[in-house]
């Protein structure tokens, strides 16, 4: 079981960089896959990142490759989010989520997840 609280949020003009981070509580934090999802107005949540339990396999949006970086620092219980090269279309809640699940299929979708943070704004300037 895992408790997460995102933060890092903020206002940024584009081309810009964030860093986002999502603190854990508990002891197996290492057995869980962690995924950052993010949701705009009127919009459905939508899949970012995931980061697998075992730190081997990665997976990216289309629409943030190559400017999106998740890693994950075991010993702090923390998962984060560099955000690099904004983008206004950018702007939304992002959330964090951990999943218990070892297969990278089920990282994609917020049904994947058993535990989801508070989330935190991000808002990018044209």
């Known amino acids: 079981q895992v408790q997460l609280v995102e933060s890092g949020g903020g206002l940024v003009q ?3 960089s964030l860093r986002l981070s999502c603190a854990a509580s508990g002891r197996t934090f290492s057995t869980y896959a962690m995924g950052w999802f ?3 107005p009127g919009k459905e ?21 190559g400017r999106f ?17 904004l983008k ?11 999943t218990t699940s070892r297969n990278s299929n089920n990282y994609y979708y917020t049904a994947g997840y ?3 943070g508070q989330g935190t704004q991000v ?4």
Do not use: H
């Open 38 to 40: 993010r949701q705009a």
């Open 114 to 116: 058993d535990y989801w």
């Open 88 to 98: 206004p279309e950018d702007t939304a809640v992002y959330y964090c989520a951990a």
């Open 14 to 16: 584009a081309g810009g």
């Open 45 to 65: 949540r939508e899949f970012v990142a995931a980061f697998s339990w075992s730190g081997t396999v990665t997976r990216y949006a289309d629409s943030v490759k």
């Open 123 to 126: 808002t990018v300037s044209s």
């Open 69 to 85: 970086t998740i890693s994950r620092d075991n010993a702090k219980n923390t998962v984060y989010l560099q955000m690099n090269s």
